[in-house]
T-cell receptor, first 113, second 115 residues
């Protein structure tokens, strides 16, 4: 059972545009939602993360929007640049005891020059 | 610089052969993880370890084995029982032994292929 559904699978955005990637989760016990960025041949790296006590978190051009009632969260990349071209993964975990991250299947983003 | 080192970067396995992937970290992290990445499948957890001499199965542990004899090292063995081992394998670590809300730091992976 996939607990974190990510869409779209791939995305092409023009330079300067806004990239939007969406994730939905099922487990209401999840309370930590990170996004990871992965370049080809490299391991993922933490980009930004949010907890459900806030509806939005912004770091530079990257913003997470969180909708607890809808069990959805999204990553917005403003002023997208060719260097942002990578695969993005959303993830979720619980803060009870020890739990592991559940990842979405990833979105391959291509920012055209 | 602190980080996670995975070796080798590329590995080839013959039919019926066991192979071991290395993962070493100098971040002084307590917890370590192994993931398998297939195209379009995201990251799937194979095994994880919170402390030395202890580890737990993840979602897809069949055909794999691990050991955690040292805090810094968490090698993964892909056994001959794993019928579809071709994938990109990622090792990660996290500070702390309890609570999951810590960033996972990843190595740059090992790509395993079947000859």
């Amino acid at each position: 059972q996939q607990q974190v559904k990510q869409s779209p699978q791939s995305l092409i955005v023009q330079k300067g545009g806004i990239s939007i990637i969406n994730c939905a989760y099922e487990n209401t016990a999840f309370d930590y939602f990170p996004w990871y960025q992965q370049f080809p041949g490299k391991g993922p790296a933490l980009l930004i993360a949010i907890r459900p006590d806030v509806s939005e978190k912004k770091e530079g051009r990257f913003t997470i929007s969180f909708n607890k009632s809808a069990k959805q969260f999204s990553l917005h990349i403003m002023d997208s640049q060719p260097g942002d071209s990578a695969t993005y993964f959303c993830a979720a975990s619980m803060n009870s005891g020890y739990s592991t991250l559940t990842f979405g299947k990833g979105t391959m983003l291509l920012v055209s020059p | 610089d602190g980080g996670i080192t995975q070796s080798p970067k590329y590995l080839f396995r013959k039919e019926g052969q066991n192979v071991t992937l290395s993962c070493e970290q100098n971040l002084n992290h307590d917890a370590m993880y192994w993931y398998r990445q297939d195209p379009g499948q995201g990251l799937r957890l194979i095994y994880y370890s919170q402390i030395v001499n202890d580890f737990q199965k993840g979602d897809i542990a069949e055909g794999y084995s691990v050991s955690r004899e040292k805090k810094e090292s968490f090698p993964l063995t892909v056994t001959s029982a794993q019928k579809n081992p071709t994938a990109f394998y990622l090792c990660a670590s996290t500070w702390g032994t309890g609570g999951s809300n810590q960033p996972q730091h990843f190595g740059d992976g090992t790509r395993l292929s079947i000859l």
